[in-house]
């Protein structure tokens, strides 16, 4: 009877041998998962996950196609490799769509940095801030935390998540206070805020409360998102 049990046993295993997921098909899905945040503004360097994410695949299909004895997940690696690729292509598609329209008419675009002086440099304004003072601009920021919470009608405006909460105190360049209109109001947090209004620069810097450093620029907006 034991003989027979053994017998049983192994003739199961050979009907229904055990074959290990690929690990590259797993890992493919994981670069997916962890790729998905890049289709927010605020995360998009995050799709580039998906590259090691279609390389993962690739390797993991050519690895099942040459032992298919000892590896299974075909299925997974080709979800991971398409869903990579859908997401990549799409992720572009949808952030180059959206910088090329979220600039309202009649504003122009104005990147931070240009704002900015030198950081081994004296603070001042700079030589852009000083060309587009009483202009309508265009541009992308954090909240900073100082600002406040909840919901706000007046902030401080700096450029990058760095400086927004892991910087210290932010350099006079790297600030600016914003305006909302009356009525109007937006919950403090990290996500990237779009603003259109007009910008100036301060003739004589204006201290703020809870910042060390006085403010050179101020924004009036009329459009934020």
Do not use: W
């Not at 900015?116 to 852009?128: H, I, M």
Request: glycine fraction near 10%; hydrophobic fraction near 40%.
């Amino acid at each position: 009877m034991s003989a027979e049990v053994q017998f049983s046993g192994a003739a199961d295993a050979a009907e229904f041998p055990y074959k290990a997921i690929n690990r590259g098909a797993i890992a493919s899905l994981v670069f997916l998962a962890l790729s998905l945040p890049g289709l927010m503004p605020t995360f998009s360097p995050m799709l580039i996950l998906t590259v090691p994410g279609i390389l993962a695949g690739v390797i993991a299909l050519r690895a099942i196609s040459r032992f298919p004895d000892e590896y299974s997940g075909s299925g997974v690696a080709k979800v991971g490799v398409v869903g990579c690729a859908v997401l990549f292509l799409g992720g572009i598609g949808f952030h180059t769509y959206t910088y090329l329209t979220e600039v309202p008419e009649g504003y122009e675009r104005v990147a931070f940095y240009k704002l900015q002086s030198e950081p081994n440099g004296p603070d001042l304004p700079t030589p852009d801030a000083l060309k587009i003072d009483g202009e309508d601009i265009f541009l992308k920021g954090y909240i900073h935390p100082s600002s406040g919470s909840g919901m706000l009608r007046q902030f401080v405006l700096v450029p990058d998540l760095g400086t927004c909460c892991f910087g210290g105190d932010p350099r006079s360049s790297d600030m600016i206070e914003v305006t909302l209109p009356p009525g109007e109001s937006v919950r403090a947090g990290l996500t990237k805020r779009k603003l259109a209004g007009t910008f100036k620069v301060n003739r004589v810097p204006q201290s703020k409360e809870d910042f060390e450093n006085a403010m050179f620029y101020k924004m009036r907006v009329d459009l934020y998102k």
